[in-house]
């Protein structure tokens, strides 16, 4: 005898969860995590921004922790994709509204959105050398 539970969803049934913007853009392994190391003008005053912002729960950059995906410019408007250590995250909102509030301070920035991405998934390796670096003074260790 076979129940509901036995046989797979189908995909039309399938839904998001309600509060979060899923991207689905496929991105390279080695296109993440992004660093701005060679953005210029505005775009490097954002990343700079960007790095200014650490995790609420360690002192680590939010860019050296590999969060940070990709920045997008447009006008005066700056798109964030920022995915986080994992969905469950209990500083997701708090990190959310700091990177969207302090893109926008910004000189030339009027408006900022963060678009929390799931893909691909966040793990150690994305966590830069700086990073790393500050992790190890934190008292974590990567061997």
């Known amino acids: 005898m076979s129940s509901d539970y036995d046989r797979p969803r189908p995909a039309e049934e399938a839904a998001p969860c309600s509060y979060t913007e899923y ?3 496929d991105r390279a392994d080695g ?3 992004a660093t701005g190391e060679d ?3 505005l775009e490097r005053d954002v990343w700079s921004a960007l790095y200014g912002i650490e995790d609420p729960e360690m002192p680590v950059s ?3 922790l ?3 995906y990709g920045v997008e410019l447009n006008a005066e408007s700056a798109i964030i994709d920022m995915t986080l250590t994992y969905s469950g995250c209990p500083a997701r909102e708090i990190l959310l509204d ?3 509030r302090t893109v926008a301070g910004v ?3 009027s408006d900022a959105e963060v678009r929390l991405v799931w893909s691909p998934d966040w793990t150690v390796d994305l966590v830069t050398e700086p990073g790393k670096e ?3 003074e934190f008292g974590l260790s990567f061997e």
Request: negative net charge; glycine residues 12%.
């Open 66 to 68: 590999g969060l940070i």
């Open 62 to 64: 939010i860019v050296d």
């Open 107 to 109: 000189d030339g920035v």
């Open 98 to 100: 700091e990177v969207e």
């Open 31 to 33: 296109d993440v995590p």
């Open 134 to 136: 500050a992790l190890r």
């Open 39 to 41: 953005a210029e003008g």
């Open 23 to 25: 991207d689905t853009r």
